[in-house]
């Protein structure tokens, strides 16, 4: 998509799609008394702060870890979620005082299907369009449309009792679609799927967003938002830690990731006994045993380096970092270890993330699911011979 921009990238005589201004949103939680068995009131933060703007023809990626406020700004875009400070537009209308006039120009949908086993996928898309009052011929020609974009031709005569999960969610994305709304919210739109299925929900979003239309988008696969955002926020903690272009939010980090591995299952205190000879040698600045990844050594690595390595600066990029690969090798090897393989990589949204963040992805993600799980968990109740 293009778009006339200054020299620091900021949008030039064209009014944003979906603006968010300085939103802030919290909920009230319990938690356990450590003294007691009473519960006491938790504040918990979901956004901090948020900004940004969403232009037409867009598909804009909302992507962060579980819990990092991505779904709370999607439904506060919905007008499902009021702000506790802030403010979103849609279209030049408020989503608190003007909710009624946005939802007659927005798709939703969310994660979980929201469709009637006893229905077939035509008969719900017949009853959407007569909640949306379209004119019957109109209504069958979408139908129609629909069926070819989302490949649902097998399907859309059968109940949807018996679809599976994959083409529950392209009839999810058929209802959200039907009405050809100007702006399109999607919460984690292929989660769970086959790669047959992302693929459909993939080049139906890409071509309904050529058409002029926006779409905002919330991921945690790092793959689908490279794939298929033009931006992305990346959101950590409720803060929009990054906005840009994928590629160039990996310009901006640079250099090259190596994936280091010492053994293939390597302990952890092997792996911290090499990286810190790496380190005594100077030969890395920013790195991190991976525990996700059997121990594995993360390291970023940046032309600066290379240079106050002494790596000679006539060598191209690739022969550069090959320099730098061996020099890996032989510092290990004379330290005692023997290396079971060294792989590298271009900058990923994954390392953008931990640029900016200071943490791996995977790792937070990992780390929100268990919070979450922990929180679901019900305390033991006491019992009258205990009282």
């Keep these: 998509m293009q778009r006339n921009t200054d020299p620091a990238g900021n949008s030039i005589g064209i009014e944003p799609t979906v603006r968010v201004e300085d939103v802030y949103k919290s909920f009230q939680d319990k938690k356990k008394s450590l003294f007691s068995w009473r519960f006491e009131a938790l504040t918990v933060p979901a956004l901090r702060g948020v900004s940004l703007d969403v232009y037409a023809g867009e598909v804009f990626g909302l992507l962060g870890p579980n819990s990092s406020g991505k779904t709370t700004l999607l439904r506060c875009m919905s007008t499902l979620c009021k702000p506790d400070r802030g403010a979103v537009y849609v279209l030049g209308k408020h989503t608190v005082r003007e909710s009624f006039a946005v939802r007659h120009c927005i798709g939703v949908v969310f994660q979980d299907a929201g469709v009637d086993k006893i229905l077939t ?3 719900h898309m017949e009853l959407f369009g007569n909640l949306y009052h379209m004119p019957p011929a109109h209504l069958r020609r979408r139908i129609d449309e629909l069926v070819g974009m989302l490949e649902l031709e097998p399907y859309v005569d059968r109940l949807t009792g018996t679809y599976s999960g994959g083409i529950k969610r392209r009839l999810d994305l058929a209802l959200g679609l039907l009405h050809e709304p100007s702006v399109l919210l999607l919460d984690e739109p292929t989660v769970g799927l086959d790669l047959s299925s992302r693929r459909v929900i993939w080049n139906a979003v890409r071509k309904y967003a ?3 239309n926006t779409i905002v988008f919330t991921s945690h696969y790092l793959e689908e938002v490279e794939i298929l955002a033009d931006r992305v926020a990346i959101l950590d903690e409720g803060v929009s ?7 160039d939010l990996k310009r901006q980090i640079g250099g090259r990731r ?12 092997i792996a911290q006994a ?4 790496l380190r005594s040698e100077g030969i890395v600045e920013r790195a991190q045993i991976n525990a996700f990844d059997y121990n594995a050594l993360e390291l970023f690595v940046e032309p600066e380096l290379l240079d ?3 790596i000679d600066p006539s060598l191209n990029e690739d022969e550069a970092y090959s320099v730098y690969a061996e020099r890996i090798r032989q510092t290990l090897k004379g330290k005692g270890f023997d ?3 060294i792989t590298e990589r271009g900058v990923s949204l994954s390392d953008v993330y931990m640029s900016f963040a200071g943490r791996d992805f995977r790792a937070a993600d990992e780390a929100a699911r268990l919070d979450a799980s922990t929180k679901k968990r019900k305390p033991k109740r006491r019992s009258s011979l205990e009282s």
């Excluded at 090499?274 to 000879?277: D, G, P, S, V």
């Design 274 to 277: 090499a990286l810190e000879a």
């Design 339 to 341: 290396l079971f393989g």
């Design 121 to 123: 996928g035509r008969e």
């Design 241 to 247: 830690i990054a906005v840009g272009s994928p590629p």
């Design 308 to 310: 106050q390595l002494g």
């Design 258 to 269: 190596f994936t280091i591995r010492v053994e293939e299952f390597c302990p952890e205190n």
């Design 210 to 212: 050529t058409a002029g």
